[in-house]
């Protein structure tokens, strides 16, 4: 039993299944539809398995420790997370490799967003970083004061959590969209005329409102004729 995963019955933990690596198994995770398992381990390994036979299907490579490992909510995609300093996604199907994900440390953690269009990747360089999950395209960086340890999305894809050994979890608005509601939540007026000025650095001319709900400032009124009040008769 060196070295392996043991898969039970929930109602009375008989064994159900055996998956053998050639090292100390690290992650265990079941795909979403239940029937495929993915493993890593310290032998350099993540390995894709039948959950109902033990059959293996896949041996996905490292150059070393494979720390982590999911499957894409569409079950189409596995992603590893390795102490070579990389991510790897790979078709679930065949374990053909489809992109690298680079970082400059060991990934400690790897995860989907809930649309399978994006993933997720935290390491030791200090950075949790997003990708296309389609092609491995870098989208984002996002820095922390230490080792990045987790990543997770929230359900309706619109915030990104990290979690670091700089003692700090930190959540990230996805999209402008969803970070411009949330402020406009905690404010009660728009931009004043100096603050438009100053901190998007943009003529008056290019003013917009970026709270619908909320009043234009006064000083905008006074100097931008687009938001003026019309004169009552």
């Given at each position: 039993?060196?070295?392996?995963?043991?898969?039970?019955?929930i109602?009375?933990?008989?064994?159900?299944?055996?998956?053998?690596?050639?090292a100390?198994?690290?992650?265990?995770?079941?795909?979403?539809?239940?029937?495929?398992?993915?493993?890593?381990?310290?032998?350099?390994?993540?390995?894709l398995?039948?959950?109902?036979?033990?059959?293996?299907?896949?041996?996905?490579q490292?150059?070393?420790?494979v720390?982590?490992a999911n499957l894409s909510?569409?079950?189409?995609t596995?992603?590893?997370?390795?102490?070579?300093?990389?991510?790897?996604?790979?078709?679930?199907?065949?374990?053909?490799?489809?992109?690298?994900?680079?970082h400059?440390?060991?990934?400690?953690?790897?995860?989907f967003?809930?649309?399978?269009?994006?993933?997720?990747?935290?390491s030791?360089?200090?950075?949790?970083?997003l990708w296309?999950?389609?092609?491995?395209?870098?989208?984002?960086?996002?820095k922390?004061?230490?080792?990045g340890?987790?990543?997770?999305?929230?359900?309706?894809?619109?915030?990104?959590?990290?979690?670091?050994?700089?003692?700090?979890?930190?959540l990230?608005?996805?999209?402008?969209?969803?970070?411009?509601?949330?402020?406009?939540q905690?404010?009660?007026?728009?931009l004043?005329?100096?603050?438009?000025s100053t901190?998007?650095?943009?003529?008056?001319?290019?003013?917009?409102?970026?709270?619908?709900?909320?009043?234009?400032?006064p000083?905008?009124?006074?100097?931008?004729?687009?938001?003026?009040?019309?004169?009552?008769?």
């Amino acid at each position: 039993f060196y070295f392996s995963v043991v898969l039970c019955f929930i109602d009375s933990y008989d064994e159900r299944g055996f998956f053998q690596h050639e090292a100390p198994v690290l992650a265990v995770s079941f795909g979403p539809n239940g029937q495929t398992i993915v493993t890593t381990s310290d032998d350099g390994t993540a390995r894709l398995w039948e959950a109902d036979t033990g059959e293996k299907i896949a041996t996905l490579q490292h150059e070393t420790t494979v720390r982590a490992a999911n499957l894409s909510p569409n079950g189409k995609t596995v992603a590893t997370a390795s102490d070579d300093g990389t991510a790897w996604l790979w078709a679930a199907d065949t374990g053909k490799k489809i992109a690298i994900l680079q970082h400059e440390a060991p990934v400690s953690a790897v995860s989907f967003g809930p649309n399978s269009k994006t993933v997720a990747t935290a390491s030791a360089d200090n950075t949790a970083r997003l990708w296309s999950a389609n092609t491995g395209e870098e989208r984002a960086t996002l820095k922390h004061e230490g080792k990045g340890f987790a990543v997770s999305f929230s359900p309706d894809d619109s915030t990104f959590a990290t979690a670091s050994a700089d003692t700090t979890t930190r959540l990230w608005h996805r999209s402008r969209s969803a970070l411009v509601e949330k402020v406009c939540q905690s404010v009660s007026r728009n931009l004043t005329a100096f603050e438009w000025s100053t901190y998007l650095k943009a003529d008056l001319n290019q003013y917009e409102v970026v709270c619908p709900l909320h009043p234009v400032h006064p000083s905008v009124l006074e100097k931008n004729k687009k938001y003026a009040q019309p004169e009552t008769k």
